[in-house]
């Protein structure tokens, strides 16, 4: 009461108002990026985004130069390879439960549709990391036994 009048809780008991929740979202943030940066200067050097990607790319590079002339030197490797390659792919996308991203919901874009199962499930039923990896590691040895074919029809 002021001055004699009754006044109105502004939020109902038990819950929090939105200015306390905005302000701690920004304080969170505000937190969040500077751990981010004293994380980060704390590392030690940072390398430079080129040779990260270097680090990453010569593995998939060797595997599919040395695929490629095994399948070369080995006759039945030459159509081994691309058909294995097709079936890495497909059985990772099975156990990576891509299906599940397939629902019976009316047709919708996709947004909307993976907002709905991050929504239903806290995140993507899938995962999208083993198909991810599938595709890549499928598709290298797919590729090899098709430049295989190539280089041995050319010679």
Do not use: C, N, Q
């Not at 929090?16 to 500077?34: L, Q």
């Not at 590079?61 to 159509?79: K, S």
């Not at 792919?89 to 439960?97: E, K």
């Not at 499930?121 to 090899?144: H, Q």
């Amino acid at each position: 009461m002021k001055d004699g009048t009754p006044t109105a809780r502004k939020v109902p008991k038990g819950r929090v108002s939105w200015e306390r929740v905005k302000a701690k979202d920004e304080k969170s943030t505000w937190e969040r990026s500077y751990e981010a940066k004293v994380g980060r200067e704390s590392e030690g050097p940072m390398m430079p985004d080129w040779m990260k990607l270097r680090k990453v790319i010569l593995p998939f590079v060797a595997l599919f130069v040395i695929l490629t002339v095994l399948a070369f030197l080995i006759e039945p490797l030459r159509y081994i390879f691309p058909l294995s390659g097709i079936v890495i792919m497909i059985v990772t996308y099975f156990l990576g439960g891509g299906l599940s991203e397939w629902h019976s919901v009316p047709p919708t874009t996709t947004i909307s549709a993976k907002s709905m199962l991050e929504y239903r499930y806290g995140e993507s039923a899938s995962d999208w990391d083993m198909i991810t990896a599938g595709f890549i590691i499928g598709g290298v040895v797919f590729l090899s036994g098709v430049l295989a074919i190539l280089t041995a029809a050319l010679f």
